[in-house]
């Protein structure tokens, strides 16, 4: 079976940094371009990162540019999402998602065919 697991999330205060990592089994990893979504109380799921199965690409929201890098490393079936300068803002259930072979970084949720079960990351100001 298909299994995401996020990890990292957790509480950090203005300023800091967290590391998510996602890892992924059951699927070809290598073939999939992985996203970071987020989602707060009341809103809608938003795209956070996204890059592509070949690795030659990334692309971010840009409410995080310049703060967020994501990463991937194939030989562990895992991507990352490095988050610095964190804002209470970016508090949010933050999640993996697999997106197979797409020609291009999706930013809808409903492009991505396998789903993590969340993080939580909690920025206290």
């Known amino acids: 079976q298909v299994e995401l697991i996020e990890s990292g999330g957790g509480l950090v205060q203005t300023g800091g940094s967290l590391k998510l990592s996602c890892a992924a089994s059951?699927?070809?990893?290598?073939?999939?371009?992985m996203g970071w979504f987020r989602q707060a109380p009341g809103l809608e799921r938003e795209f956070v990162a996204g890059?592509?199965?070949?690795?030659?690409?990334?692309y971010y929201a840009d409410s995080v540019k310049g703060r967020f890098t994501i990463s991937r490393d194939n030989a562990k079936n895992t991507v990352y999402l490095q988050m610095n300068s964190l804002k209470p803002l970016d508090t949010a259930v933050y999640y993996c998602?697999?997106?197979?072979?797409?020609?291009?970084?999706?930013?809808?949720?409903?492009?991505?065919?396998?789903w993590g079960q969340g993080t939580q990351v909690t920025v206290s100001s």
């Open positions: 890059i592509h199965w070949s690795a030659d690409s990334t």
């Open positions: 998602a697999a997106d197979y072979l797409p020609w291009t970084i999706q930013t809808k949720p409903t492009d991505y065919n396998y």
């Open positions: 059951g699927l070809p990893f290598s073939s999939y371009a």
